[in-house]
């Protein structure tokens, strides 16, 4: 979880937007927050509200998709807003936000490494589909991608309760994963953990992929359709891999243009961690027939 990270190189340089520039860019931070929230939202009041999506499991992970995307959007964004209104803030209080955007964030792949199994096995095992799949066996999975998650944030609590000292928790520091989770083995940690992770959903992805495009030989609608979902999440998964190139994009475009840090840095962190944000309801909320036709009724006030 990366969305303060782009400044994370010259933390240690108090370099600070004057006033005009900071009211423009939380302003439009906030708004691109709470203009795709809303979107979300109403993907999730939709979901709730009718049977024909909460009964199915290939919704029940999309939704669980765009629920973590609220969870980031709302932190980061409070994050941001934070950190230029007080600059600083109380260790204990970062550290809560880091873990819960960070296991939002490492969620995210794992969700879309799963629908890109179901949709293999909808395509290739269409009889034993909703035998395979089952609204059950999708909540116990989500419940496995959350358990995961900790796996990966709980040991850096734990490694930075064991080896800073009580007064560490109690200072203030500029918002960041670097200034909370100091101790060099958690990054190593985690560069090997995401590694790992890229690595299986990627394989997934395109095992996923090629076996959808050569099972379905009769090129049918539905075939199509499972094809051009998986490049999508595939798509998805490209922009989210944004996070692990911001810093090296960041110090590339500063060295070139070093009075444009701050513009620098905040448009990475925009194009870094909303861009990905936008995809998620695109892909469902507007090219999904059964939720664009419910979407028009509470968007556009039609009848159904």
């Not at 995401?194 to 609608?221: C, D, E, P, Q, R």
């Not at 840095?265 to 925009?270: E, G, Q």
């Not at 998620?280 to 006030?301: H, N």
Request: aromatic share 12%; glycine share 2%.
């Amino acid at each position: 979880m990366n969305f303060s990270s782009s400044s994370s190189n010259s933390s240690s340089a108090v370099v600070r937007d004057n006033l005009l520039n900071a009211i423009m860019k939380n302003v439009i931070t906030v708004t691109l927050c709470l203009s795709i929230n809303y979107i979300n939202a109403t993907l999730v009041y939709t979901f709730a509200r009718h049977e024909v999506f909460n009964t199915n499991p290939r919704y029940i992970l999309y939704i669980h998709l765009v629920i973590n995307d609220i969870i980031l959007m709302t932190l980061l964004t409070l994050i941001q807003v934070l950190s230029y209104i007080i600059y600083t803030m109380h260790v204990w209080l970062c550290m809560l936000f880091l873990v819960f955007a960070s296991s939002a964030d490492f969620n995210n792949p794992m969700t879309l490494g799963i629908m890109a199994i179901e949709c293999y096995v909808a395509v290739c095992f269409p009889l034993r589909h909703a035998q395979i799949c089952t609204v059950k066996k999708t909540y116990i999975v989500i419940g496995i991608i959350w358990l995961i998650s900790a796996q990966f944030v709980i040991p850096d609590v734990f490694v930075a309760l064991a080896t800073e000292d009580l007064d560490f928790f109690h200072s203030r520091v500029f918002c960041l994963v670097k200034s909370i989770f100091r101790n060099s083995d958690v990054e190593q940690k985690n560069t090997v953990f995401n590694g790992v992770l890229m690595g299986i959903v990627w394989l997934t992805l395109i095992y996923t992929y090629f076996k959808i495009l050569f099972t379905a030989k009769s090129a049918s609608a539905d075939a199509k359709k499972a094809r051009n979902t998986v490049l999508l999440h595939s798509f998805q998964l490209m922009l989210s891999m944004l996070t692990y190139v911001d810093d090296p994009i960041s110090i590339g475009l500063t060295n070139l243009f070093p009075q444009k840090v701050l513009a620098i840095r905040y448009a990475v962190a925009i194009i870094v961690n909303v861009m990905p944000r936008i995809v998620s309801p695109l892909v469902y909320g507007i090219r999904d027939k059964t939720f664009r036709k419910y979407l028009k009724v509470y968007w556009l006030c039609e009848k159904k």
